[in-house]
Each structure stands twice: as structure tokens, then as C-alpha cells.
């Protein structure tokens, strides 16, 4: 446990993790501020988020390029910490504008480190949203944190560089504490069904999809191949309830403030969060009826370029070193995004 409340800052704050974190950390006693630029998410987020905590939450709006304003920003708030989930996260359109990513996933985390750098208050502890697509094609499951890495594509490429960065700067400074969580797929909401992940436009990933489709408001899912070598022959991903995820930042901090002084021979930690558990499509469909009492229609579609068969964690690392792993189950993660599903449908009329 850390000894005292921290101020935090979360870069993206307002985005779909950023904001189920930044629940988390208020109600373990911390003082959040957030920091976005809207460019994918709602300024009312904030607002929502005081609802559930009854706290109130700071908002600064700002590009994380603005080196001037962040640096501001640590220094006037006496930011202890900083939990950087702002970045751009389609893969497809990573492809199409791949400098796009770059600048604001790699020259946005540099913006970043050079802020808390100059920064009179020094703020030197990071946690960094990386992501499993980091491991490309698995040589072997469950995926350690020791896999080789070989991301495919540009979305993936700006993570590894991230990482590398950040590795670099660890081995020239060991006053940074630095910790780099790879997700694997997060999936629900917060049990309060305000916030939750509530894509623009047609949704890439399975469960909001799947959602859309029991709601009505898309006419059926596609699932991407049926001829995986996995058992029923559609793809199979280790889904982590969002909200055991925002737990995982929290028990990471706290790791990293336990090491703050000791004479650690590392301070740049990397850590799987996932559950260990591989479902398949036909699985989540399944289990999406199930908690919706809807039928998911579907085809069975191509492959989609890029997809791997199987995928899911090694949760060993996390739980020896950090004490955490996932809690909640697939009727969880289904239950709660499905709440949401029907209440974003109710307000927006979407
Ligand atoms: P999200 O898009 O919901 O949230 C990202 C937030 O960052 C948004 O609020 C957006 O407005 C903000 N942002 C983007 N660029 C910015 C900039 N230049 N300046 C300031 N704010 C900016 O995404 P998310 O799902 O919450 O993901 C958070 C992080 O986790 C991302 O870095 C993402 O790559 C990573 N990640 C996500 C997943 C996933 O499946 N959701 C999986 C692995 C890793
Ligand atoms: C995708 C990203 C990955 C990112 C992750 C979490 C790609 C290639 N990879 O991974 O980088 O970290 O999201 O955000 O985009 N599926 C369907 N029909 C659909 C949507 C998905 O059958 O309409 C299948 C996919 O083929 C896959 C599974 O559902 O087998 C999960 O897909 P998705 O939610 O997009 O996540 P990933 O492909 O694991």
C-alpha cells in the first residue's frame, strides 16, 4: 500500500480506461486530474465521474504535445505521479496514417517525459498503457512477459517504441519509477452503467459490436473465421473486465511507491494484466445472449487480415510482484457492457 494520497495525473483521462481508473483511484483516497484533448472522448465524462465518486474531478484540456501546458499543469496541481492512457488506438487507421500515430502516441509521450523532466516538482513515477498487441503472432501460451515482442502493425510499433523510450530513460536516470502494463482485452463497464467503452462510428472490436447487435442497432456481428486451429475454430483473446484493469494501475502504483528508496536493480517494470483465460467469438457471443437475454445473429465472414488464432496472459508476474489479479468473471464483463449498452441507447438514442 502507498503511505499517502497522491495527487495523479491521467493523461486521456476522460477515454474509456482513463476514466474507469480514475474511479478506482479516487475511492482509494487519491486526488485525480485529468488531462485530455476530447479528440476521442467526452468533456461530460468528467462530470459523470463526480457523479459516481461524489467527488469533485480537475479536467485540464490539453494536447499532450504541449510540453508548456503539461509542465504547468504537473507543477500547479504538485503531481506526484502520472498514468499515460492518452494516445490514438485503432489499428486499422494506423495503417492509413501511420505519421498521425507517431507523432501523437511517440512525439506525444516524448512531449510527456520532457514536462515531468523540467518540471520543478519532479514528478518521476509513470505507469504507461501499453498493449499485448506488443507479442504479434504468440510463439507459445499463455504469453509471459519475457515473449519476444514484434508488433505488426503501426499502432503496435508506436507501443514498442514507447517502450523503448521509456527503458532508455529508466537506465540513464534511477530516479524514475516506471511501470509499462500490457493489456490484453478489456471488455464491460462500471457497475453503475455511466460510463463504459462507446466507440464513434462502427465499432472494430468484438464486444461493443456484439453489444450493438443485441440492442438492434447494427443487423448482425461478422465473425472473422471459422478455420483458427482453436476448439470451435473462431479466434480466442484473453477478454479483462475494464474495471479488475483500472484495479491493476492502482496495484501498480503502489508497487512502484514501495520501491521508491530501495535499491532495486530495475526501476522499469513490465506487467502483463489479463486473466490467464482464452474465450473464443462464438464463446462471447454466447455468453453476450446469455446476460442480454437477446439473440447476437452472425455470419461466419473471412479472416481479418492481421488476426492471430489464439491469445491470452501469463498472470503470474503481476500476482507475485503486485499482488493483483482479475476478479471478475465473462457473466461480469457481459452483464455490465450490456448496461451500458442499454443505457447509452436510452440517453443518446443511438
Ligand atoms: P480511448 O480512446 O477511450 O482513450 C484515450 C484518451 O486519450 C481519449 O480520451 C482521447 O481523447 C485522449 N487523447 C488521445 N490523444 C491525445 C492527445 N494527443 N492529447 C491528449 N489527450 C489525448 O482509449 P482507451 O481504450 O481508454 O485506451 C487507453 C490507452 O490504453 C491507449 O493508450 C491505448 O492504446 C491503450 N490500450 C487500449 C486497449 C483497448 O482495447 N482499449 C488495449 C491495449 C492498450
Ligand atoms: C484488437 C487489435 C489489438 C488491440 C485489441 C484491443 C487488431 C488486429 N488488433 O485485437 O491491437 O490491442 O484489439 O483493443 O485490430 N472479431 C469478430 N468480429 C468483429 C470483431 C472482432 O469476429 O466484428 C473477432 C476477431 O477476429 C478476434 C476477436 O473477435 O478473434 C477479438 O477481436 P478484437 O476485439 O478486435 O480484438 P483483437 O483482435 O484481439
Known sequence: MTTRPLNILL???????????????????????????????????????????????????????????????????????????????????????????????????????????AASNQPKTLVFSSSATVYGDPQYLPIDESHPTKATNPYGRTKLHIEEILGDLARADNTWRIACLRYFNPVGAHASGLIGENPNGIPN???????????????????????????????????????DLAEGHLAALNYLGRSVGADSATNIHTFNLGTGRGYSVLEMVKAFE???????????????????????????????????????????????????????????GR
Open 290 to 348: 446469455s446476460a442480454s437475454a437477446r439473440s447476437v445473429p452472425f455470419h461466419i465472414a473471412p479472416r481479418r487480415a492481421g488476426d492471430i488464432a489464439s491469445c491470452y496472459a501469463s498472470t503470474a508476474l503481476a500476482a507475485e510482484q503486485l499482488g493483483w489479479t482479475a476478479k471478475r468473471d465473462l457473466q461480469a464483463m457481459c452483464d455490465s457492457s450490456w448496461y451500458f449498452q442499454q443505457n447509452v441507447s436510452t440517453s443518446t
Open 205 to 243: 472490436n468484438l464486444m461493443p459490436f456484439v453489444a450493438q447487435v443485441a440492442v438492434g442497432k447494427l443487423k448482425q456481428l461478422n465473425v472473422f473465421g471459422d478455420d483458427y486451429d482453436t476448439p470451435d475454430g473462431t479466434g480466442v483473446r484473453d477478454y479483462i473486465h475494464v474495471m
Open 11 to 117: 493523461t486521456g483521462g476522460t477515454g474509456y480506461i482513463g476514466s474507469h481508473t480514475a474511479v478506482v483511484l479516487q475511492e482509494a483516497g487519491h486526488c485525480v486530474f485529468i488531462y485530455d484533448n476530447f479528440c476521442n472522448s467526452d468533456p461530460a465524462v468528467s462530470h459523470t465521474l463526480q457523479k459516481i465518486t461524489g467527488q469533485p474531478f480537475k479536467t485540464i484540456q490539453g494536447d499532450i504535445r504541449d510540453t508548456a501546458l503539461l509542465q504547468q499543469t504537473l507543477e500547479t496541481h504538485h503531481i506526484d505521479a502520472v498514468i499515460h492512457f492518452a494516445g490514438l488506438k485503432a489499428v486499422g487507421e494506423s495503417g492509413t496514417i501511420p505519421v498521425d500515430y507517431y507523432a501523437n502516441n511517440v512525439q506525444g509521450t516524448i512531449s510527456l517525459l520532457q514536462a515531468m523532466q
